[in-house]
């Protein structure tokens, strides 16, 4: 028989996602986006996305079934995030997924978030071992999570005590002037500065930290360190090399998030790091994640950046590994979560 074939719809923030795979072979990955609209505001707006997905929702299911050639009626279950993420945005992908399964009359997931973007690599790479640690760095989310098995448990070593990571990119892509969502501007102009530049402060990495810390993260001492230094240069009217700022800035986080994600691994004897999150699309961090991973004999998995982002196809990867394990589908009646644990990986 062949492997079964999953629909799953993503909508937890400013992406509607909807994608299809059969096993772990991603069929189709089709994304439809609010960025734009919420651009001006420097930040997504939660009822401007939610009225976004409803407009996208049935184009982007359309689209992504012509694409990859199948009919509705062919697909063996559906998968939907039911949290966390914002409660507005997950109803509409919620309520969609629903109809779809009770009109199609198909068994359905409804799944987290976090798990499905741990889980998403496997269409790249293959079964994730067991176990492995993820490192999951996003515009909502920094965790470190110990994955015994990501179709039902999840253990969370550590997490950011106050702006995630894609946030405090974010935030210090606006301090200097770069569009939103910062991440990728910073992530570019970083390419043409100096990492050494200005020395940033490495949050939660003195040995007294270590000792309540050692696995969470804080990025709220570096962003102001760095909304500091850009406003002592205007003020002493030298040019703010934006570049420098960048790469400096970029080196803080990626060492702290690097730091703690080998420490986890080598503290826990697992030898799988996954990186996931959009951050995860980082260019810096991927390549100091294989320097370091390399250096401690490692093995390091990141998807590639298009699947680092939010999208369909992780939740649909995750809903595919649930059905190989033989986990129940969710109760119909199942409801949004908006601040889900991720030791929750489905409902
Ligand atoms: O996973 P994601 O698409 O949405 C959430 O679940 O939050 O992550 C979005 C975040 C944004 O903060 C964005 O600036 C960041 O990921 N991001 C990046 C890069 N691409 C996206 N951060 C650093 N470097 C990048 N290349
Ligand atoms: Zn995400």
């Not at 399964?101 to 973007?117: E, S």
């Not at 110990?146 to 106050?162: A, F, H, N, Y």
Request: aromatic content about 4%.
């Amino acid at each position: 028989m062949s492997e079964p074939l999953v629909l799953g719809i993503e909508t937890s923030c400013d992406e509607t996602g909807v994608g299809i795979v059969r096993g772990n072979t991603l069929l189709v990955d089709e994304v439809a986006t609010s960025v734009n609209e919420h651009a001006r505001f420097g930040g997504v707006v939660p009822e401007v996305a939610s009225r976004a997905h409803l407009e996208a929702m049935i184009p982007t299911i359309e689209r992504a079934c012509s694409k990859a050639g199948v009919k509705l009626s062919d697909v063996d279950a559906l998968a939907v995030t039911s949290g966390p993420g914002l409660a507005g945005a997950l109803l509409v992908g919620v309520a969609s997924a629903k109809a779809l399964a009770v009109g199609l009359n198909k068994p359905i997931y409804g799944v987290n978030h976090l798990a499905a973007h741990v889980c998403v690599d496997q269409l790249e790479h293959g079964h994730l071992d067991q176990p492995s640690i993820a490192l999951l760095v996003s515009g909502g989310h920094s965790s470190l999570l110990l994955v015994p098995d990501v179709s039902k448990e999840i253990t969370p070593l550590g997490q950011t005590i106050d702006d995630a990571a894609g946030e405090a990119f974010d935030k210090v892509a606006r301090v200097l002037g770069l569009p939103f969502p910062g991440g990728p501007y910073i992530d570019a102009a970083a390419k043409e500065g100096n990492p050494s530049a200005i020395d940033f402060p490495r949050g939660l990495t003195t040995p007294k930290d270590l000792e309540r810390h050692r696995f969470d993260v804080s990025f709220s001492g570096l962003k102001t360190a760095v909304a500091r230094w850009v406003e002592l240069e205007t003020k002493k009217g030298n040019q703010v090399l934006v570049n420098d700022v960048a790469a400096s800035f970029q080196e803080a986080v990626v060492d702290v998030l690097l730091r703690k994600a080998i420490d986890a691994c080598l503290l826990n004897e697992v030898g799988t790091l996954v990186i996931g999150g959009g951050v995860a699309a980082n260019s810096r961090l991927r390549a100091v994640a294989k320097e370091r991973c390399d250096e401690h004999k490692i093995t390091l998995r990141i998807p590639r950046p298009g699947l680092c982002t939010d999208n369909g196809a992780m939740v649909a990867a995750l809903g595919s590994e649930l059905m190989r394990k033989g986990r129940k589908p969710s109760p119909i009646e199942f409801g949004t979560d908006s601040s889900m644990e991720v030791s929750k990986v489905t409902e």
